[in-house]
């Protein structure tokens, strides 16, 4: 028992990502990103920033195992990703929160199960998640939104329910990709404060973005992009 | 946007005096999964038709599995034999010897012989009336009906004539029933076997239809994994709405059948008095397949849609396996 609980302390103590000496590239292409070697500590907040090009969307692609790492070696909670099972790639996955930079909801479903879809899929019943995705809607201002497809939603409304669906199940981990990109600077102020609260809830976060107001408004860790490397702004 | 609530603290805040009541459903069960419609109806039609044509299959081969049971027992329970005459012997002595015994026989429930007259009848219909068969050496015909089920001997029978009624022969039909065997049972073997070629177009067009929506859903299934759907919760998605998109086909292509085969029955049933009629009917029966022509139909049609969902399921776990 006692080893269980050991065990048990050595992964939530495990950095949520880490990276060592990372290089990878697209099909014969050059190197996109090289030498990457970080980490992102449980409950901790960063910005991932730099030009655009500079391999951001690729760096959280690697991050959610969708990429592969042409070398190095790349852990999640603890674990070796290079070797993991497809059922351990699932439940990676459901660790983990994701807002991608073209939202990527389901056009054939409503805004409501859109974010109620990361729990559908683990199974679980409608009526049990039901309230609370209704009331993660009305938070982000979708309330009345919820049975409209996303085709008639309009950018920001987009974003909203791509951020909400990344947050419905309190991940450990959530990577956001320019989720500010779309949305005027109030909005934007708006959402941060979303992220910032998930974040007091104990999820790493990771925000990828090229906005500097954005980044301005909080003094957090900075990783910045450049020439395929990595720069790390304490 | 200045209608966004306040953060949410740890704790759900307590549901508001003026907040909307929530709706009755907000669920409109819309599959995870879209298989786009044309694509479908088109699936359900091809569905529909193998299903039509495999039920007729079947049906055509329960009807001569029916009727050639029926054709067979009759047959095989009567056994004839042939008297014939011969100038140095009387042969109302040896049509009476014979029929003494076949009746010693055991397995032998009636015995009755044709008279001279009834055996002359016999040959009216091809040599026509008011001949003088006198002068024709007319054979002798013993009808012995069998007792049900009862598969006699017939070797000590045969043997006992020999040497008793040299003029005599014995015929139990088992050429002609084997023969008829063979030829239901081929019948049969190749309505099976259609049905089995049916089936296997059936799943083949799953298998592409599958392959068409996984590739046309190439991104929802991406989206599915990244929030957490397992390859097998994805393979029951689509295992799900193939199997309604199948029943639904399977369902119309069996009640198409059906129902040509109650029309067949009326048909026939109006033929009735006329000599075709009666042709078709020894061949076919009443053309009213009984309960068990039903049964096969219904379950084509309930193999047919399982079939298609459990090929569709295949067919995405092998598309995701070799994709991952
Ligand atoms: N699927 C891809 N195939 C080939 N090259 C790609 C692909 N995705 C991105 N790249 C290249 O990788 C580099 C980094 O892209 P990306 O990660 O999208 O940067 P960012 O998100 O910072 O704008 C760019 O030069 C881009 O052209
Ligand atoms: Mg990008």
Redesign the pocket.
Known sequence: MKAFYDNDDDESMAPAVHFENVGVR??M?PE?LRDLTFSIEPHSFQFLT??????????L?LILLSVKPTRGLISLFGEDVSRISKDELTDLRRRMGVVF?DFRLLDHLTTYENVALPLRVQGKEEASYRNEVVELLRWVGLGDRMHMLPPVLSGGEKQRAAIARALIVRPDLLLA?EPTGNVDPSLARRLLRLFIELNRLGTSVVI?T?DFSLMDQLNVRRLV?GDGQLHIDE | MSDLPPPRSSKPPPQQQGQRPLPASLRRNAPLVPVDSAGGRALAAVIAILTFLAALCAGGAELVATSSEQWRSDIAREVTIQVRPNAQRAIQADVDRAVALARQTPGVQDVQAFTREESERLLEPWLGTGLDFDDLPVPRLIVLKLEARARPDFGPLRQALKEQVPGATLDDHALWVSRLSTMANTIIGIGAALVVLVLVAAGLAVTFATRGAMAGNRDVVEVLHFVGASDDFIAREFQRRFFKLGLRGSAAGAGAALLLTVLLGFVTRSWRASPAGDQIEALFGTFSIGWRGYAIVVLIALAVAVITGIVSRLTVRRFLNGNG
Do not use: I
């Open positions: 697209y099909g292409g996109v730099g030009p655009s090009g500079a391999g951001k969307t690729t760096l692609r930079q990709d990828a090229h992009l």
